[in-house]
């Protein structure tokens, strides 16, 4: 099995930063892309941000010059990080990745989601 955990949520105000974790453990033989979604109350979830397991990274246009990504292969870790944010940004993030797990076939897996509050 494969597991997405991410961490570092929070309310923070506008123009603050936070930085997202999300760590993918388990039986894995390799990892494709991984990347943050996210979904705010009464709308669909929204790709924010993608990166490839050769560093090519790929933005919303909502969050470009805001938010980076970034992923460290060896942990098997993608770190979302998010600056000047805004009320807009509001919304449970989702990790997800690629993975091939040992002795399976590519597949798509999600984390629980952590909920980011942008709020004075």
């Known amino acids: 099995q494969v597991h997405m955990v991410e961490s570092g949520g929070g309310l923070v105000q506008p123009g603050g930063s936070l930085r997202l974790s999300c760590v993918a453990s388990g039986s894995i033989f390799s990892i494709n892309a991984m990347g943050w979604h996210r979904q705010a109350p009464g709308k669909q979830r929204e790709l924010v941000a993608a990166?490839?397991?050769?560093?090519?990274?790929k933005f919303a246009d909502s969050v470009k010059g805001r938010f980076t990504i970034s992923r460290d292969n060896a942990e098997n870790t993608v770190y979302l990080q998010m600056n000047s944010l805004k009320p807009e940004d509001t919304a449970v993030y989702y990790c997800n990745a690629e993975v091939r797990p040992i002795g399976g076939t590519w597949d798509d897996y999600w984390g629980q989601g952590t909920q980011v509050t942008v709020s004075s």
């Open positions: 990166i490839r397991s050769g560093g090519s990274t």
